[in-house]
Nanobody, 118 residues
Framework: QVQVVESGGGLVQAGGSLRLSCEVS????????MAWYRQAPGKERELVAS???????NYRGSAKGRFTISRDNAKNTVYLQMNSLKPEDTAAYYC????????????WGQGTQVIVSS
């Protein structure tokens, strides 16, 4: 069983910053890639950023230059530093991890809400 728990969401004014955290726990052998997705009301869930086990990163277009994904393998935690937030960043943010439990599977957290006011 793998548990994925996000934290750090909240209400912030446009131009502000938030740091999201996602801690992974449970019985697994290793974690491959970790990622943050978001889903705004009435829209599909979309990738924000991902980070591989070796540290290489990938960002969706609007996150480039404003968001930074990082991971602490010793703490089994992935972070998303979000700067220069815009109202259009308002969404539920979900952590996704690709973890090895006999075979590799995707695991999702419950999400953390980010609201950016104008």
């Amino acid at each position: 069983q793998v548990q994925v728990v996000e934290s750090g969401g909240g209400l912030v004014q446009a131009g502000g910053s938030l740091r999201l955290s996602c801690e992974v726990s449970g019985s697994y052998s290793s974690i491959a890639h970790m990622a943050w997705y978001r889903q705004a009301p009435g829209k599909e869930r979309e990738l924000v950023a991902s980070i591989a086990a070796g540290g290489s990163t990938n960002y969706r277009g609007s996150a480039k230059g404003r968001f930074t994904i990082s991971r602490d393998n010793a703490k089994n935690t992935v972070y998303l530093q979000m700067n220069s937030l815009k109202p259009e960043d308002t969404a539920a943010y979900y952590c996704n991890v690709f973890a090895l439990v006999r075979i590799y599977n995707n695991y999702w957290g419950q999400g953390t809400q980010v609201i950016v006011s104008s």
